[in-house]
């Protein structure tokens, strides 16, 4: 068996010429991005994880994997098990081919100037309600859960993006039984992707737990339909999809249940990831005293009514949004695809056809060649006017920071991330100039625990306003 292993040429521990096992434990435990960084140092940036996965941590070999067109690999189905929603959309999409026209298709609604032009003014109205609510709850309880409200803020934010209402937790203060289930349910879809036969059983026990576990797509769709219902009744046809659905009229099939799963799985793609980015940057602002204070002082000749564009070239603010997403972007984990038809050759090695290959930012955004002291939060290696430092970033290091993906599966929505972060930050630290770290919120209850995302162990980050 163990000669038999068209990967036995690659480093790697023994057992993974046999089974997947330990991987698949690392998975469930929420360690995975800490198992395979683990072996990376051990056995350098081609380590083989399991019989038939090779995990990749260099640059160029990234570049080649993730490339647009051909040489580029595809996506691994893996992708269709996580979120097995009944039809394939862009992120679970495998070939180039049908991904390009449907990305092609989201484009334009997604672009910057589209969000900027429709969408700004919710998200920043999103922001301000999280500010109030954070200030209000503080006030009763003395400290609050920073990372609870940007969660809410961002799944009101996304609700109306993409279903044309918000949940309005923002107002209430309460989870929306959408974002519970939802929450439950990505439990459940990652475990789910590594053993599929729980899945399929767990769908079929009648229990409550169970069925939020692995059974949440039918509830979601569900809702996704009748959202979409609600809109059209409505004749208020403003969302993400009335755009899409312009441009689909432009010669591109797309049916209703596409829609659905779409929103779906872009209500997925844009909750936590936002939520969880957003509390780890501002806790890392609020660890560093001299950062905080010259942040304020950089946003304090913006005036309350700003707009994104006004932030945007705000040096302070970006260097430390960058330097968060390096090492707190909220999918740092392994984007496994797959070698392509006659295999492909890589940093050497032969890699057959068929093998999935995994690349994970936790590993390539703390490599100390490229990021000098990875593990130290440094905001001027973002910053212009460092060349003589060595902080100073390397083109390598800059091919390296991929926060966002790579390549044709780049984050669609990243242009709507990026404004959330740069006004959340903007409208937290000018209500909040004072804000420090509550004693309950330390390192152990910020480590990173990885579900495909990565959250705070402690699963919330209170501070004291
Ligand atoms: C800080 C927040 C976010 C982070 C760190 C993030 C990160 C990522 C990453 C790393 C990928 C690549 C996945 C892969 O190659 O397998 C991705 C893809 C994607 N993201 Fe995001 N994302 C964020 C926010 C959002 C938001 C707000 C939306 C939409 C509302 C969104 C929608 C998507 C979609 C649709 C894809 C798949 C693109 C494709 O395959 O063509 N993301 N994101």
Known sequence: ???????????????????????????????????????????????????????????????????????????????????????????????????????????????KSNIRNNWEDSIKEKIEL????????????????????????????????????????????EESEYLQRLQTGL?????????????????????????????????LLDYANTAMVNMRSKGDGKTIFATIAAEAEK?????????????????????????????????????QPDLRRDLCEELSGIAEDAKDSDLEHLQLLNATIEEALRLYGALPGGLPRVAPHGGSKIGGYQIPEGTTVTTQTYSLHRDAELFPDPERFVVSRWMPGNENSKYHLSDLAKAAFSPWGAGSRTCLGLHIAYTELRLAALLFLQAFPEAKIAPSTTEKSMEMENFFLIRPAGHKCEVEL
């Not at 435990?29 to 941590?57: C, D, M, T, W």
């Not at 009944?86 to 672009?111: C, E, N, Q, W, Y």
């Not at 859960?145 to 209430?172: I, K, P, Q, V």
């Not at 459940?188 to 692995?214: N, V, Y």
Request: with cysteine; hydrophobic share 40%.
């Open 130 to 173: 999280a500010v109030r609510g954070m200030g209000a709850e503080a006030a009763r309880e003395e400290k609050v859960d920073m990372l609870r409200w940007w969660t809410f803020m961002a799944s009101d934010a996304s609700a109306h993006l993409m279903f044309g209402e918000s949940f309005h937790t923002l107002e209430s203060g």
């Open 1 to 111: 068996q163990y000669l038999r292993n068209p990967l036995y040429h690659l480093p790697g521990p023994w057992y993974t010429h046999f089974t997947s096992l330990p991987l698949k434990l690392a998975t469930l435990s929420g360690r995975r991005i800490y198992f395979v960084h683990s072996l990376h140092q051990k056995y350098g940036p081609y380590v083989r994880i399991s019989p038939s996965e090779v995990a990749v941590n260099d640059v160029k070999a990234f570049k080649q994997i993730h490339r647009i067109g051909s040489g580029g690999f595809e996506k691994s189905t893996w992708y269709r098990d996580l979120l097995a929603i009944g039809r394939p959309i862009l992120f679970t999409m495998v070939g180039h081919k049908d991904h390009g026209a449907r990305r092609r298709l989201f484009a334009k609604a997604f672009s």
């Open 187 to 219: 439990v459940g879809m990652g475990s789910g992707a590594e053993f599929p036969l729980m899945r399929t059983i767990g769908r079929w026990i009648p229990l409550q737990i169970s069925q939020r576990l692995f059974a949440v797509n039918g509830y």
């Open 251 to 287: 010669g591109e099939n797309l049916r209703d249940i596409d829609v659905h799963c779409e929103a779906t799985g872009l209500m997925i793609a844009g909750t936590d990831t936002t939520a969880i980015t957003i509390t780890y940057l501002i806790w890392a602002i609020l660890k």
